[in-house]
């Protein structure tokens, strides 16, 4: 029953199975091993973890490279070997290296190096063959199983896993047929997901206090110095898109007293007021006033005369002593017209 529930295809892939240290394996990883597929290496290398532990009860010390730092057998094993430490790897009794090879079909190689053989290439073998072929030449095991064997063996090597790694903060759930497992089965259990469920209404988001912005608890003073700096930093553009993301930064940056701030901090940027007179800082540091075009009767910016800008900071297009085309947006508008 625990692997037909492991094993089941209907049930989610991301539910962890196995989490103990940086050992972690979903239902997705168990698939790879107890169903007839390429077993995934990172439970392999989880199966070899077990391999050295029964390997140290009898009394051998080995060393396992990861099946996912060599490729393949030719061109990364003499590498493996030449990095490991010359004086550590005399005191080891065997050193596994499990390769892959896809160069004809997919068969897997396992390649094995001891202190007493430098290297043995056995013949091209499953990611399962591999594991079981480790484990009885490492314990002094015959070697009983064939191809045949294969499907049980993926089974066993699934229990094993199940009861000799535990869920953190949930102990051994599938060890011995616990309590746990028995509620987990009958779904009286929430299973324990490596990603966590986003729950939503079908039509609406709900947020919980904690995703709300910040911003907007915020004193009004700090607030209008934040939008009155990006307002500054984008131009008069930022006023339309501040104000469609809520009614607080539209208040805010409709009022008079924020506009004339705006466009007087921007005056500043592009002007060096002290090097004028106080009659042409009379008649040029002027607020710009919303007029209605004539031609297009849309409302426009009017600037002129003076300053004319976007808006933002340092940026500015031009200087004019009169307005050319008065009552209009634009020469366009005023040549229609």
């Known amino acids: 029953m625990l692997l037909s529930y492991v094993l089941d295809h209907n049930r989610p892939g991301a539910e962890v199975i196995v989490k103990e240290g940086d050992v972690c394996l979903t239902r997705e ?19 070899l973890k077990m391999v050295q532990e029964a390997t140290q009860r009898h009394g051998k010390d080995i060393y396992i490279v990861d099946m996912y730092v060599v490729p393949t057998w030719k061109s ?30 997919k068969a897997d190689h396992y390649l094995l190096c001891t202190s007493r053989v430098c290297l043995t290439k056995p013949r091209a073998m ?22 045949r ?19 953190e903060g949930h102990g051994q759930r599938f060890s011995y047929w616990t309590n746990e497992a028995r509620e987990l089965l009958k779904g009286a259990l929430e299973p324990v997901y490596r990603v966590p469920k986003k729950r939503k209404t079908e ?27 990006m307002v500054l930093q984008e131009g008069d ?23 004339r ?6 005056l500043d940027s592009v002007a060096t007021w002290s090097w004028f007179s106080a009659s042409y800082k009379e008649d040029f540091r002027v607020m710009y006033t919303i007029d209605t075009c004539r031609g297009c009767l849309e409302l ?38």
């Open 29 to 47: 990883d168990f698939w790879s091993l107890g169903l007839p597929q390429s077993m995934e290496s990172n439970i392999g290398n989880t199966c």
């Open 300 to 337: 426009y910016k009017n600037c002129k005369p003076g300053y004319v800008g976007t808006g933002k900071r340092g940026e500015l297009k031009g200087i004019y002593s009169d307005d050319q085309h008065p009552g209009y947006c634009s020469h366009f508008c005023n040549l229609i017209s």
């Open 76 to 105: 990364k094993t003499a590498d493996v070997l030449a990095s490991f430490p010359a004086d550590q790897l005399a005191t080891k009794d065997m050193i596994f290296i499990p390769a892959w090879s896809r160069q004809q079909g």
């Open 261 to 266: 701030g705006a466009h007087f901090r921007w």
């Open 203 to 229: 039509h609406e988001v709900q947020f919980q206090k904690s995703d709300m912005c910040f911003i907007l608890e915020l004193p009004n003073c700090l607030l209008s110095a934040i939008l009155m700096e």
């Open 149 to 167: 064997d294969i499907a049980q063996i993926r089974k066993w090597w699934c229990i094993m896993l199940m009861e000799r790694y535990q869920i």
């Open 126 to 147: 499953t990611g399962v063959f591999i594991l079981m072929y480790a484990l009885n030449f490492s314990t002094d095991a015959p070697l009983w199983f064939t191809e």
């Open 237 to 259: 553009k930022a006023y339309s898109t501040l104000a469609l993301v809520c009614t607080t930064f539209r208040d805010t940056m409709s009022t008079v007293s924020f506009r």
